[in-house]
């Protein structure tokens, strides 16, 4: 609950007077946005807090609504957008978000102002505009409606419900009827989001069945300008959680079973690292070991990526979607984006790496001291020895965007790589990048459970070396069936020796993105990318 009130003369409407905030309101905002879960820039160096816009939404009902956006300079200058609807109501939903309380002059209070989300009417307006399928005038442009294929026309006011996701991440989700899921953008962009973009492509033209089903879409649309997308509406998908979480208990399964049986490192091989393997090259008893049901997902979800590629390879005709092939302007991109991103994790590892201790350590010091050798390895990147097509990607592949569906996978969450910017996350890049990033977050499977959740019997060296051994096979298989599908299915992902090339130079390049956000979030387990970057080096 607030503790801040406002005084309201009249109406609370003028408290957004003329598109603009009243001054007392912008000296609340910050106490509210750094209590909100999606702000992310409650850990930066803010200078100002301003209301960019406040835009009134005139409800079905009759009530008035504001969608502000919220402008955050930073001390750099750099400034972010972040998307706060906001209603006055005179009783509130259970655990809603309270930006103030409104009193009259004689200090009585007349309503509280909320977010919006927190409001069944909002919400549920929200859902008829998008069936409607119409646009809806704002005091500046409109909101841009579009329904999907999927969305039910027979709901209507007797037969919605919806209620507000109480989950902790960077947007905010809304369920209605528990079929429908509607992604509401917090943090803001100049263009529109990809992950709206593509997942609107994979559904109505893709054919890609394994991804959630457009439902609709809200997009903030001016004349001249740029569009601003608002809101991505799925049909829900029935699931048995996160793949990521999966991964991690057949880990720990796969470690259980090998301390409590009779087998040594040397009974368990040492395949070729980043090179197809197929199962049946895996003994009997390796595969018990792993895990039969375990191995048949690790090949199905290759196959599913593949597949999610070959879709978004499809269309050659949409100048957003068509493939493209490597360039001199794309490897000034590549290299400019990779060799900053470097400098800044070489720096931050410099100041940190005095916090670390034993292995993590180790491993630190080690990159830190083949500092060129990494560097040479960024700008071993030349586009006229690769034949290969860029395309849209998804760009945060990994097990944590994934959900299991029975014996099979939807894959979600396009928005693309937090750190880079809007443009950036919609450049056509190599499809590989995708299953190297699906490669990391194996490697995080398998390691997180090394070094934080071994069995007692087992050591660390021996599980260490067996986890690698491990990890190889697991990613010899992925490549396997991503390869073979990709060629069946006419996906120019090149040959052999170029898709080693950038599969290996995609791993190394995630590994160093990792760096960042390990010593900044969770020191702990930076030795994870550390040794993903080590194992590159030493094709280890």
């Not at 750099?78 to 002059?105: F, K, Q, S, W």
């Not at 991505?232 to 259980?256: D, I, K, P, S, Y």
């Amino acid at each position: 609950m607030s503790n801040h009130t406002l005084t309201i003369s009249q109406s609370w409407e003028e408290i957004f007077a003329d598109g603009q905030a009243s001054e007392e309101f912008e000296r609340i905002l910050p106490d509210f946005l750094h209590q909100m879960r999606w702000f992310g820039a409650k850990t930066g160096n803010i200078k100002q807090y301003s209301i960019e816009n406040a835009l009134t939404y005139t409800l079905r009902n009759g009530r008035t609504a504001y969608i502000l956006f919220v402008e955050i300079v930073f001390q750099t200058s750099n400034t972010e957008n972040y998307l706060l609807p906001v209603i006055a109501a005179e009783e509130m939903e259970e655990g809603a978000d309270v930006i103030c309380e409104i009193h009259n002059e004689t200090g009585e209070r007349q309503a509280f102002l909320i977010d919006a989300l927190h409001d069944s009417a909002f919400r549920n307006d929200l859902f008829f505009n998008i069936q409607s399928d119409q646009p809806l005038a704002l005091s500046i442009g409109e909101f841009r409606f579009s329904r999907g294929n999927v969305l039910d026309a027979s709901i209507n006011e007797s037969n919605l419900s919806s209620e507000l996701l109480k989950l902790e991440q960077s947007n905010s989700t809304i369920v209605y009827n528990g079929d429908y899921f509607l992604k509401i953008y917090r943090k803001l962009f100049r263009d529109n989001n990809p992950d709206l973009e593509l997942t609107q492509f994979l559904s109505d033209k893709g054919g890609f069945e394994h991804s959630p089903k457009f439902a609709g879409g809200i997009e903030w649309v001016r004349e001249g300008y740029y569009k601003v997308s608002i809101g991505l509406m799925q049909e829900r998908v029935e699931n048995q959680g996160e793949a990521w979480n999966h991964t991690l208990r057949e880990m720990e399964g796969f470690f259980q079973r090998f301390a409590d049986s009779n087998l040594n490192l040397t009974d368990f091989p040492k395949v070729d690292l980043y090179k197809p393997l197929d199962i049946d090259d895996l003994s009997q008893e390796i595969q018990d070991l792993i895990g039969k049901d375990f191995l048949t997902r690790v090949q199905k979800l290759a196959i599913r990526t593949a597949e999610m590629h070959i879709s978004l390879f499809s269309d050659k005709t949409d100048r957003f979607f068509t493939p493209e092939p490597f360039s001199g302007d794309y490897t000034v991109w590549l290299l400019n984006r990779l060799m900053y991103m470097l400098d800044g994790r070489f720096n931050l590892l410099e100041q940190k790496v005095d916090q670390l201790q034993g292995t993590a350590r180790e491993y630190a010091e080690y990159v830190l001291d083949n500092k060129e050798e990494i560097k040479n390895h960024i700008l071993k990147f030349d586009e006229l020895n690769l034949n290969s097509s860029r395309i849209r990607i998804h760009g945060d592949y990994h097990l944590g965007q994934i959900l299991i569906t029975g014996d099979d996978f939807c894959i979600l969450d396009f928005e693309g790589e937090p750190e880079s910017t809007i443009r950036d996350r919609k450049v056509k890049q190599p499809p590989v990048k995708d299953l190297a990033g699906l490669c990391r977050s194996y490697h995080y499977a398998v390691f997180s459970t090394v070094f934080n959740a071994l069995p007692e019997n087992i050591d660390r060296d021996t599980a260490t070396e067996l986890g690698g051994r491990l990890y190889r096979m697991i990613t010899g298989l992925s490549l396997e069936r991503y390869v073979e599908t990709a060629m069946e299915n006419g996906l120019n992902i090149g040959y052999g020796k170029e898709i080693d090339f950038l599969l290996r130079y995609h791993i190394f390049e995630k590994a160093i993105y990792e760096i960042g956000y390990e010593l900044n979030s969770r020191p702990d387990w930076v030795i994870i990318p550390l040794k993903g970057i080590i194992q590159i080096l030493k094709n280890d």
